[in-house]
């Protein structure tokens, strides 16, 4: 089989596990999972694995096994940082953020998210989608912080959000980041 060929599988299994994620299927979800994730690495195709290992993250993300998400998360950053896919890269580590704040483990939480928000930094001020993960980041790391009663941080991370989020033409996300810097606010005053 080509080349072509079996990075066409790669693709064509990681779509068929969606779907049977999406019909519950999960068992057979899982086996096209690895099967698409030994032929990326048979034939050493990192976009593949990449995404597979994305993937596969997400799969046990979605059954609240965290632990398993937060391995198969940390192999597929590895390699979307090592091929300089700054927007991936960017994603992930917001899904390690969060798998690591569904294990309350606040300050992995915080690692992850910061990381997540360099990675973003390095699509530029032009790309639109690298702003709103910005701004969705940023909000993370303020609820975390405004959760640990740092105020100060927190509104730092909501203000710098709502900076991001007056270049987009989401509403919501500003309305969503004033009602955030309110809250914060209102608890300095206590």
């Known amino acids: 089989m080509s080349q072509s060929k079996q990075n066409e599988s790669v693709r064509m299994l990681n779509n068929k596990a969606v779907q049977l994620e999406e019909q519950g299927r999960l068992q057979e979800a899982r086996e096209k999972y690895k099967q698409a994730l030994k032929i990326a690495k048979e034939t050493k195709d990192l976009y593949g694995e990449g995404i597979t290992l994305n993937n596969f993250g997400f799969h046990y993300y979605s059954l609240g096994q965290y632990s398993n998400a937060l391995d198969f998360y940390h192999q597929a950053v590895a390699i979307e940082e090592r091929q300089g896919n700054h927007f991936s890269t960017s994603t992930i580590f917001y899904a390690i953020g969060d798998s690591y704040l569904k294990l309350n483990q606040y300050q992995n939480a915080l ?34 912080y405004y959760t640990q009663k740092e105020y100060p941080k927190s509104l730092k991370a909501y203000q710098q959000a709502m900076e991001v989020s007056q270049q987009l033409s989401s509403n ?15 608890a300095m005053k206590k």
């Open 172 to 186: 919501e996300m500003k309305i969503e980041i004033h009602r955030k810097l309110e809250a914060v606010q209102q």
């Open 111 to 144: 690692v992850a998210y910061e990381k997540a928000l360099v990675a973003s930094l390095k699509l530029g001020d032009n790309d639109k989608q690298g702003k709103v993960i910005r701004v969705t980041i940023l909000g993370k790391i303020g609820d975390i």
